[in-house]
């Protein structure tokens, strides 16, 4: 099965630092998802990348996905408050999963962010 | 275009109950998949829907089960509830549920007593 590592657990940090969250997998990523969660409610969905190499950005959140897909960043640019919760990657099927992955996406199990002003 | 919405937001039953939750899509959005979400294990596919049919399953018991209807609206029940089936229960919707976007609905919060 497709397992996404997220790194760190949980990261605390002032208003106005920059932060990255990094996402590594054992196996080619194909097709990788960031969301963006508040604690009991649903995911948000931020960006999502495909290509080696690929990099997008909305506001002040960048994500990239490596060269050899299998590992993507996420950077927050001046954080404020209202970033924080917690950030999820996912992921869909790769090469090497067996089975149907129809509808599936793989989670990490999320970086818990807390901004204080 | 409004967004994935699920019923009810909050849900409270007892051991042995059955429970039965629903989910409507995005408009046009035919692919419905369940996942359920504890802090244990976090997120866990549970299946996935596409024109009323099953396509793909995850590895919970035969007490979970759903399924879609012609307008794609979605419900998911649990039959017989243990403790352990308390967690927050997402859906989320795509056009065809293959390499696109997931759009997830607030969730439905299950506690079981």
């Known amino acids: 099965s497709q397992e996404l590592e997220q790194s760190p657990q949980s990261l605390i940090v002032q208003e106005g630092k920059n932060l990255t969250i990094n996402c590594t997998s054992s196996?080619?990523?194909?097709?990788l998802y960031w969301y963006k969660q508040k604690y009991g409610e649903g995911l948000i969905f931020l960006m999502m990348?495909?290509?080696?190499?690929e990099e997008k950005s909305h506001e002040k959140i960048t994500a990239k996905l490596d060269e050899k897909k299998q590992q993507s960043s996420l950077h927050i640019t001046a954080s404020q408050p209202s970033h924080a919760g917690i950030y999820l990657c996912?992921?869909?099927?790769?090469?090497?999963?067996?089975?149907?992955?129809?509808?599936?996406?793989?989670f990490g199990r999320g970086t818990q962010l807390t901004v204080w002003p | 275009k409004a967004g994935v919405t699920q019923t009810p937001r909050y849900l409270i039953k007892t051991r042995g109950q059955q429970v039965t939750l629903s989910c409507s899509p995005i408009?046009?959005?035919?692919?419905v998949s369940w996942y359920q979400q504890t802090p244990g294990q976090g997120l866990q596919f549970l299946f996935e829907?596409?024109?009323?049919?099953?396509?793909n399953k995850g590895n919970f018991p035969g007490r979970f089960s759903g399924r879609q209807f012609s307008n794609s609206r979605s419900e998911m029940n649990v039959s017989t509830l243990e403790l352990g089936d308390s967690a927050l229960y997402l859906c989320?919707?795509?056009?065809?549920?293959?390499?696109?976007?997931?759009?997830f609905g607030p969730g439905t919060r299950l506690l079981v007593l």
């Open positions: 989320a919707s795509s056009f065809s549920g293959t390499g696109e976007t997931q759009y």
């Open positions: 829907y596409f024109s009323e049919t099953q396509r």
């Open positions: 996912g992921a869909d099927k790769s090469a090497h999963d067996r089975g149907s992955t129809l509808g599936r996406l793989y």
């Open positions: 990348l495909q290509k080696g190499g």
């Open positions: 408009s046009g959005h035919r692919s």
């Open positions: 196996k080619t990523l194909y097709g």
